[in-house]
């Protein structure tokens, strides 16, 4: 069982930062691959980001690849989203997620567990 708790959404202008972190419960962090998605009022929830369980490889969806950047922490538990150049078309609710298979997946229901997401809202 691992729980999700993401922090450190807000308000922003366009073109400025945040960063997400995900801090997740359990001594088994390392053995999950993680992933960011988000979704806006109205739409489905779309994949941001992946990263494995090192770390060692990321993937992210075409719309953030430049801007955004995945990376994670084992001994602190704890996965961040760096998210830069932010445009109005990024404000949605962020999710963090869990998978226990190390693959770089997409898909919603591909992941184990989930938290319960922090609003991030980019002004223009």
């Known amino acids: 069982q691992v729980q999700l708790v993401e922090s450190g959404g807000g308000l922003v202008q366009a073109g400025g930062s945040l960063r997400l972190s995900c801090a997740a419960s359990g001594r088994t962090f390392s053995t999950y691959a993680m992933g960011w998605f988000r979704q806006a009022p109205g739409k489905e929830r779309e994949f941001v980001a992946a990263v494995s369980w090192s770390g060692g490889r990321t993937y992210y969806a075409d719309s953030v690849k430049g801007r955004f950047i995945i990376s994670r922490d084992n001994a602190k538990n704890t996965v961040y989203l760096q998210m830069n150049s932010l445009k109005p078309e990024d404000t949605a609710v962020y999710y963090c997620?869990?998978?226990?298979?190390?693959?770089?997946?997409?898909?919603?229901?591909?992941?184990?567990?989930w938290g319960q997401g922090t609003q991030v809202t980019v002004s223009s």
């Open positions: 997620a869990a998978s226990s298979v190390n693959l770089l997946r997409t898909r919603p229901r591909e992941y184990d567990y």
